[in-house]
Nanobody
Framework: QVQLVESGGGLVQAGASLRLSCAASGRTFSSYAMGWFRQAPGKEREFVAAIGWSGGNIYYADSVKGRFTISRDNAKNTVYLQMNNLKPEDTAVYYC?????????????????WGQGTQVTVSS
């Protein structure tokens, strides 16, 4: 089993920046992709960003392109989400996920392990 722990969420004003981190621990895998998803109150969970093992395959939801950047540090088993120019509509619980399956990494169903989530709240 794998444990994923997100951190870096908080309450900020519109236009501010936050950097989320997700550290994986427990079982060691030879390689894996990681992604970020979010869920706002009363809405379905949605894809935000994903990154492959080598960092060569990166995907973003249209709603965050140009504002968010995903990156990873494999030596630390950690993935990051740099969020700039935050908007009130970015308010949600953000979840980190990990998959060891060679499957579409932008698809929620591809992921095997999930973190507990971290709250991001953006005020006007």
């Amino acid at each position: 089993q794998v444990q994923l722990v997100e951190s870096g969420g908080g309450l900020v004003q519109a236009g501010a920046s936050l950097r989320l981190s997700c550290a994986a621990s427990g079982r060691t895998f030879s390689s894996y992709a990681m992604g970020w998803f979010r869920q706002a109150p009363g809405k379905e969970r949605e894809f935000v960003a994903a990154i492959g093992w080598s960092g060569g395959n990166i995907y973003y939801a249209d709603s965050v392109k140009g504002r968010f950047t995903i990156s990873r540090d494999n030596a630390k088993n950690t993935v990051y989400l740099q969020m700039n120019n935050l908007k009130p509509e970015d308010t949600a619980v953000y979840y980190c996920a990990l998959t060891v399956v060679d499957a579409p990494i932008a698809a929620m169903s591809s992921y095997d392990y999930w973190g507990q989530g971290t709250q991001v709240t953006v005020s006007s």
